[in-house]
């Protein structure tokens, strides 16, 4: 056996080489060589210094003002560690689990998400694990996924009854409408499959006995990354918080999935007569604010800025004001359009065409949702009557079938119409990825801890490859407002703070400490300021239209 191995080698071997070559051959090797050890030298450095907690903030990045930089905190929401903690692994454990949804074919998937989840989380904490299908799952799933935890695993079948569509509906009716959403090529829209996972993670998922059996649940999708450690239970924090709902990543919906979602939901709202709360404001965009008498020349810029909005009055009002001259001059008009600094109101439209009508009581769903493939949330939000009511009215509806309504887009709308803003949560350190979108944060600046494996399969030693370096990278650990622990993340990550931010800014604003619900734009208040500020530059010398009056005290 080794001595055909040794025939085969010496059968490989390169033939004679002149000296020359094989200096340069020597040469190329001791060169790989060297690389090879400055690689993994900077590597081992990178990592230790996460490891020693010596993180410097680093105040020349302050002109950085990307999302992913800012400090996102407010009174009534802020990340639960900044940075790690040593994981209480004997503290009593909250009531919960964490629940994945999957299919026997995608058990390569599933085990990617449970490792992950495991490195970075449970293998301090041990929460159960379920797993839910809705056919049988088979005996090398059950097997495998249990070997990849120490926690312990529940599999759960889904029964045909709470997974397919009602049968009273025409079949016929059914099949078009998922098919014909294909045609207009909305994503996965023509997918029934996809419409029935939407419809059960909507209602029946809170429904099922392994789900509803726990106060809380952590939702898990198969082919998922986390990329922080997550040093404390997140469960007792919300508990401790008075939270009700937590997301990673909230991003704005395709239009065309959820047309007539809105309305319906608006429907609802009036028919049960819901009082909404201080969350709304998250997905709801309110229209028709601007009153007084001249309301109609402002209808469109609803959404400027103050100081824009005072630049289109102060035009409206030289133009008024230069038109009922009793004998105006060609020269005053002159002025107006080519010297006047808000001449440029003239070129520029700030009305967005609002071509997609969802508008209902003067109010629209502005589409952003929270990414529904991670949700830390209580299962009794979505047991109570006002949500299983909102449920089965969408279901009713027929819009799980007619459009493509995702899971996402109805938790969001429901948490925000239920919920008031101090009970939802951003988890903004714990780094998450699916598909190709994600988070990975900033580290904390000197808030980092030596990283302590609780199973030797996570020792550090079982990942010090040298080719994980090019996998990863530390984000930057000198950014200011960094709130991760011990991050690593993909080269290359380019993060939804950063690169759809919307939502997420959105967001930050409405939980922000100076946030007030929007009030009516009264426009005869805003005139009458004006006016009288026009008046004063003129009794100064000034030309009408001549100069923006914006910076006159
Ligand atoms: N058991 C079972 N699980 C399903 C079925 N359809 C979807 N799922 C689960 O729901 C998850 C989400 O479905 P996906 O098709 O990946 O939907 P998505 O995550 O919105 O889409 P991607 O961004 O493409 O991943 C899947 O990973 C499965 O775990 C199904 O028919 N049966
Ligand atoms: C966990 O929560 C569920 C749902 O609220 C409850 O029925 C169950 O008794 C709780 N279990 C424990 C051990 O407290
Ligand atoms: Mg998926």
Redesign the pocket.
Known sequence: MLQRLHYRLRRLSFPRLTSLRRVLLLLFISLVVISYLLVHITYIRSRKNFDDGIDKPDFKNKADKRMGMKDLSSKIDFPFQVGCRVPDVDAPRA?ASLVMLARNSELEDVIKSMDSLERHFNQWFNYPWVFLNDEAFDEVFIETVQRHTHAKCDFGRVSPDKWNFNPDIDPEFLKESIESQGDRKIMYGNMESYHKMCRFYSGEFFKHPLV????WYWRVEPDVQFFCDITYDPFIEMEKHKKKYGFTVAITEIFYSVPSLFSATKNFIQERGIQVGTAWELVAKKYGRVIGEHAHEYRDYEEVSKSKFEDLVERNLNLRRILSKPNKADNDLRVFTEASPVRDIFEESYAKPNLFHDKFDDEEYNLCHFWSNFEIAR??LFLSDDYQAYFDFLENDGGFYRERWGDAPIHSIAVSMLLSREELHYFRDIGYKHTTMGHCPNNAPGKQLPYKAAYPEFSPQKDNSIFSIFKKSSPDATARNGVGCRCECPVGHKDYEDFSSTCIKHFAYVMSDDFKEQKPIDVDKIENKVNEKIDRYLKLGGKLGEHSIKNLQ
Do not use: F, G, I, S
Not at 212 to 215: H, K, Q, Y
């Open positions: 009531n509803r059996r726990n106060e299962t009794d």
